[in-house]
């Protein structure tokens, strides 16, 4: 039996996800194998083989357990005392796309392939978005 590898020449499609009321990392796990390309026949590790995803709804998007109250993001400037840490409700308030952001590129491959497949994710606050003449396809996922 032969292998058959991806070649550069892909086509790809728009996906457009709603995460109201989807819990982040299922969310997360979905949205990244979108943009991996784990869905298509023609899968290749080392080929960026995915498709461009929309993500509506980002503030509306929950999690499990005590995860509202105790998890919380760390930045670092680079100096000495300069950590700081922004708890998730404050940041769901300020900035709910990068919350899944966040949680996204954490389940992608830690390589350079995993800047080009974040180029293609898309994510916006509420149900609007700029992405109509692209015509995407609206994918629903069970919790």
Do not use: C
Not at 46 to 65: C, L, P, R, W, Y
Not at 116 to 125: A, G, P, T
């Amino acid at each position: 039996m032969k292998t058959t590898l991806a070649k550069h020449d892909i086509e790809r499609k728009w996906y457009i996800v709603d995460a109201a009321g989807k819990t982040l990392g299922k969310l997360a796990v979905f949205i990244a194998n979108l943009l991996r390309g784990r869905n298509k026949p023609i899968y290749t590790p080392h080929i960026d083989s995915g498709d461009f995803v929309i993500v509506i709804n980002a503030e509306k998007v929950e999690v499990s357990g005590k995860k509202e109250e105790q998890k919380e993001y760390m930045f670092f400037s680079g100096f000495r005392g300069n950590e700081k840490y922004v708890p998730y409700k404050r940041m769901q308030e300020k900035r709910p796309e990068f919350i899944i952001e966040h949680a996204v590129k954490g389940m992608l491959p830690k390589n350079n392939l995993s800047r080009h497949m974040m180029k293609k994710l898309r994510i916006f606050r509420g149900s609007e978005h700029t992405h109509e003449a692209q015509s995407p396809i609206p994918v629903n996922f069970n919790n």
